[in-house]
């Protein structure tokens, strides 16, 4: 069974193919500006690396921000969920997770079987993101690569108070003009990120073992500092930035069963407006009918149908055509309710996407 997972990132976009279990190949590129055309050229050199070709794929599954933009994909699946499943499969004993990733920061817990029980993410700010290290790699004149090992050889770091990244780079610039060493800026900077990165997995639960995934977890100064902050070693797969597209790959390998493709008992009811595509997927195969969704939903979008004897929720026909009115995302609904339709499904039947 050949199987693969493509994540498209804001930033960078990586794969990875399995075959029977194993890895066989991976890359990691950048998105560039056409996701589509990116998706193909990641695939084709991650198979190129295993001598395999498009169609010896048994199955793939699309994650990551450009998710739904992946044509030869036969299904997606939320970045979160690939996050917590690709971890998992390294380490089972994770149940907190700090995803870094270019754009935004997410802290998710997940079960023994590496499903999601609970996650924040942090996209209003760009502290923490990849986005951000490469604004101050660029104001410190400093490869990228490097600026992990800059900050290790900190003497005295200076205070940031990275409220935005904008004032996090003039406040870099002016100690630039003071004569401040580079290493101490960045240890600073880091100082400022692992607090605020703290202070996002508190508002999930902060329980052992914890994960860093995304690139940011190459960063030995930022793993050191944020070692230091959570008071945890985090456990770090070999390469933390391909664990969306591994994740991704081990849902694919669930939809076979030798050669054989099991068909999808999955469904995303979409939609798209001016700020972006929305889905919610609900996989039928794994609900158990609980009516947890039907109970919670404020706006009424689930019911619970009956087919063959077997109990599963479903979105009413007549808010199908108006999800994008009547759900605001998950996001807002958590805002304001303490429960969601996903947090509530023990069965990790729902998820969102936007
Ligand atoms: S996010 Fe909130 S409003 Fe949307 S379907 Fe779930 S519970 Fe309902
Ligand atoms: S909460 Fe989950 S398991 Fe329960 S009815 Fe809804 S989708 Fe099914």
New binding site residues.
């Given amino acids: 069974m050949i199987v693969a997972g493509i994540d498209i990132g804001s930033r960078s976009a990586k794969a990875a193919i399995m075959k029977d279990g194993e890895i066989v190949g991976s890359v990691i590129r950048d998105t560039g500006a056409e996701s589509i055309k990116t998706a193909y050229q990641a695939i084709e050199t991650a198979l190129h690396n295993a001598n395999l070709e498009l169609d010896d794929l048994n199955y793939t599954i699309a994650t990551g921000y450009g998710r739904v933009l992946v044509p030869f994909a036969n299904d997606n699946v939320s970045e979160i969920s690939c996050h917590a499943r690709g971890v998992n499969w390294y380490f089972p004993s994770v149940r907190t997770i700090l995803d870094m990733g270019g754009q935004d920061c997410k802290a998710i817990n997940c079960d023994d079987k590496g499903a999601v029980t609970n996650f924040i993410m942090n996209d209003k700010c760009a502290g923490g993101t990849g986005r951000f290290l490469e604004m101050i790699a660029d104001v410190l004149n400093t490869p990228l690569t490097e600026i992990g090992d800059l900050a290790l050889a900190s003497k005295s770091a200076r205070p940031f108070n990275i409220v935005c990244a904008v004032f996090a780079k003039s406040d870099a610039l002016h100690y630039l003009r003071q004569g401040v060493q580079k290493s101490d800026i960045m240890a600073g900077l880091n100082e400022a990120i692992g607090t605020r990165c703290l202070s996002l997995l508190k508002r999930v639960t902060i329980e052992k073992d914890f994960a860093i995934t995304g690139g940011i977890a190459k960063n030995k100064g930022m793993v050191a500092k944020l070692t230091e902050k959570v008071g945890m070693t985090p456990m770090l797969s070999p390469d933390p930035q391909l664990i969306g597209a591994i994740g991704a790959a081990l849902f694919a390998m669930d939809r076979c069963q030798g050669n054989k493709v099991i068909s999808s008992p999955k469904v995303n009811y979409g939609y798209s407006d001016g700020t972006g595509v929305y889905y919610i997927t609900?996989d039928s195969a794994?609900?158990?009918?609980?009516?947890?969704?039907?109970e919670t939903c404020p706006n009424g979008l689930?019911s619970?149908s009956y087919e063959d004897g077997k109990k599963?929720?479903v979105i009413k026909k007549e808010m199908l055509k108006k999800i994008s009115q009547v759900c605001p995302g998950i996001s807002v609904c958590r805002n304001q309710r303490e429960n969601t339709?996903e947090s509530?499904?023990?069965?990790n039947?729902?998820s969102h996407s936007w």
């Fill in positions: 609900m794994k609900c158990n009918g609980c009516n947890a969704c039907v689930f619970l599963s929720a339709c509530v499904c023990k069965s039947a729902i």
